[in-house]
Each structure stands twice: as structure tokens, then as C-alpha cells.
Nanobody, 128 residues
Framework: QVQLVESGGGLVQAGESLSLTCTSS????????VDWYRQAPGKPRELSATVSSSGTSNYTDSVKGRFTISRDDAKKTAYLQLSRLAPEDTAVYYCHQDILVSYYKGTYYPEGRYLTVWGQGTQVTVSS
């Protein structure tokens, strides 16, 4: 079972920076895009940033220019650098990846089957 493990969250003051890390246990990490989502209290989970398998990044407007997503496939790790943090960035940040597997719960899929993998989340709290 592929797992994603996030780390790096914490409590910071407004204007400060933080770096999040997401490490995969899977062997095909380099083949698929990686996303960072966040979920603020009482709100739905929302996409913040995506990095493709080729390294192309995309951001939602609310984080564009402040957050930077990157990946190191040799380390099977994705990063999210958060800067100029504001209280509204307070949320649990989740790493996500959709991967193609051949086996799932004992069943072989000759054409492959997409599996959604989420990390456990890491809390980022920004005080004003």
C-alpha cells in the first residue's frame, strides 16, 4: 500500500515562512503529478498547488506568488514552500497523488487502476 507522509507544519506569525514535505513509499512516484490541498476549519478541502511529472507547477489564485511547489523524484518527495503567510492560510495541508496500479486488494487489473492516495495532513497555524 502506497503511503504519503507529510511533515513540516507548525505555528508561525503572519509574514513568516514554512516548508512542507511529502514523502512517498511508492515506486512510481515520479510518473504522476503531486498536489497539495488544504482544509481550513469548517471549510471544504481545496486544491492549492500541483506539480506535474515533468515539473510544471500550477497554483490557485489565493496562493500564487507566495507558495512554491517542487519535487525531487530521486527522493520520492514533494515540497511546498509557504511564504508571506497570513492567518487565512491556517489549515491542515494534505499531499495527494493519483497513481496507476496493477494490483489492488488482491485483484489484478491488466489495464491498470487509478488509486487515490492522501497523506495524513500537517497543521499550519498562522497567528496575526
Amino acid at each position: 500500500q502506497v503511503q504519503l507522509v507529510e511533515s513540516g507544519g507548525g505555528l508561525v506569525q503572519a509574514g513568516e515562512s514554512l516548508s512542507l514535505t511529502c514523502t512517498s513509499s511508492g515506486g512510481t512516484f515520479d510518473l504522476f503529478p503531486v498536489d497539495w490541498y488544504r482544509q481550513a476549519p469548517g471549510k471544504p478541502r481545496e486544491l492549492s498547488a500541483t506539480v506535474s511529472s515533468s515539473g510544471t507547477s500550477n497554483y490557485t489564485d489565493s496562493v500564487k506568488g507566495r507558495f512554491t511547489i517542487s519535487r525531487d523524484d530521486a527522493k520520492k518527495t514533494a515540497y511546498l514552500q509557504l511564504s508571506r503567510l497570513a492567518p487565512e492560510d491556517t489549515a491542515v495541508y494534505y499531499c495527494h497523488q493519483d497513481i496507476l496500479v496493477s494490483y489492488y486488494k488482491g485483484t489484478y487489473y491488466p489495464e491498470g487502476r487509478y488509486l487515490t492516495v492522501w497523506g495524513q495532513g500537517t497543521q499550519v497555524t498562522v497567528s496575526s
